[in-house]
């Protein structure tokens, strides 16, 4: 079954089996992570902007990135513990974004965060697009 995992059975390394569900190890870090501090932050009635919304925004979304196109480049590498620790920061960066940009649109923080994956992920998709995938 494929429920919240992008994956396709040769990276099935990279999802946890959940009840015969293939759940993608770094999104069960961010979804629930990126609810929870969305959530919150309304709850707590978080200010808008903090001084260090851009530099801990993109710090929290690097580690994921960077275990992405590790990951991209040596698909054997990394382990779902560290996926979904990358997930959980991610999601904390993630749902400060979110939470600023819906009373905020488009906030530094988040267009921070925009340029980097784009920055990052354009170049290692080009790079590894034509790799065959095992059959």
């Given at each position: 079954m494929f429920w919240l995992s992008h994956h396709h059975?040769?990276?099935y390394n990279r999802t946890y089996?959940?009840?015969?569900?293939?759940?993608?190890?770094?999104?069960?870090?961010?979804?629930?992570?990126?609810?929870?501090?969305?959530?919150?932050?309304?709850?707590?009635?978080?200010?808008?902007a903090w001084a260090w919304d851009v530099p801990v925004?993109?710090?929290?979304?690097?580690?994921?990135?960077?275990?992405w196109a590790v990951g991209r480049f040596r698909p054997a590498s990394g382990n779902n513990a560290v996926r979904t620790l990358t997930g959980v920061l991610?999601?904390?960066?993630?749902?400060?974004s979110l939470y600023i940009h819906v009373q905020r649109p488009l906030p530094a923080v988040l267009l921070a965060q925009a340029l980097?994956?784009?920055?990052?992920?354009?170049?290692?998709?080009l790079a590894t697009y034509r790799r065959p995938r095992p059959e």
């Open positions: 059975a040769d990276e089996a959940l009840g015969g569900v293939r759940v993608c190890a770094r999104c069960l870090g961010t979804y629930p992570v990126l609810a929870a501090v969305f959530v919150g932050l309304f709850v707590l009635r978080a200010p808008l925004g993109v710090a929290l979304t690097l580690p994921a990135l960077v275990d991610l999601g904390l960066g993630l749902g400060r980097l994956v784009t920055g990052v992920a354009v170049p290692v998709i």
